[in-house]
């Protein structure tokens, strides 16, 4: 009986299916108008199915000189997040092997009409978490800090983002998460049992003496003399790809947006075959961009330049440590201006194979050559002129200058 009830269900199913015989019309693309866009969201996220904020704000945007490039952008109401999917990053400039169609069935007309998609891409709306803009609110009494800004951000970037970016804020979180104060309490403990080597001390707070980068005084070759890894810290690596990321869609480094420096030299990038030694030049190249623009935006020449480049929250925390500002608020002190400058000068060493030439940096820097002379020999480095041009090597082991003291007047 069980068995013949099953049958029954299934025969009652399939005549209920009803058939449609519609006519096929194959739609071209039209040049007066834009086809038809397809997005989908990788993170899940259904704007239907948001009872908070039903209705979305959805925007194309197309390239005023390449035409067939177009960005798609869908923006909840009352969210601080935007999804944007192009038609020429990502997945879009993968080998295209199949084309896209949208198919309308018109019951009424009995008409299957097919569309050929935009650019013939699908658009990966990825989510892309905005900061708070308060420019048209009112001031409140206690202003906004910048910890609660990443906390809104980080908390955003959790509940939309996709797996990749939740992982990669989870990361900065571990990062910057203070210690438990009863670990802290056994690490105390077992700190007490250890003795102290006061000149292996003494060698490694060296730098901070002399206000450079960490070093290695024993060295036998420039790239151990100022090791990377103690500059550029294992979890900041994976926000350093903006460079690389340009040159992977074929996008140029504008000149206006990156130092003359970095500019210079992007066409290395381009000869190198290496992936893992091309991925590790161009994050030296957007740390020392960073720098740059973290100096300018604490100093008055150089404000109006930095004022709309975005510094990674990692490395903002990181540099205000560094770099503790002044009573002035906005002003870097003179001695964390000098330190700055060394991290800087370290990593075009380290670029240009440890033979570089001063004269674009300096104009980065806003010096001239002859004023950034005295910061590279602070380093360690000797200057040779060969020609008109005049280049800064350094030799190891390190060997500082000694430093003069004043007489006293009697």
Known sequence: MTMGKEKDKRRKKKQKKEKVNVKIEMLSEQPNKISPLVGYFPSGFEPLDDQESPKSKIRVLRHEKRTNRLQLIVGPNNKQVDFVGTNYSGEAIAPQVCTYALGVLDKESQTLKIVPIA????????????????????????????????????????MYSTKKSIKQAKKVQSLLQKEDPQSQEVLDKKLEKIKINKEALESTDSHNTRNIPPHDLSATT????????KIIFKGEWDYLSDILEFLQVGSEVAADVYPSFVCNRVNKLEDMEDDLEKKRLACVFSYITHLLKFKDKHSSEGSSSAKYHKIPSILQQKFSTMFALSDMKWRLPDEKTDLLISYVLVLTLIADDFRTDPSDIARDLRMTSIALRPHFEHLGCKLVREGQSLWATLPVPLQFPKRRLKRQRR
């Open 119 to 158: 650019s013939n891409k699908l658009f990966r709306l990825e989510p892309k978490v905005n900061e708070p803009d308060l420019s048209e609110k009112e001031p409140s009494k206690e202003e906004l800090t910048a910890q609660s800004k990443a906390d809104k951000i980080r908390d955003l970037t959790l």
């Open 222 to 229: 420039p790239q151990m003399a100022y090791p990377l890894d």
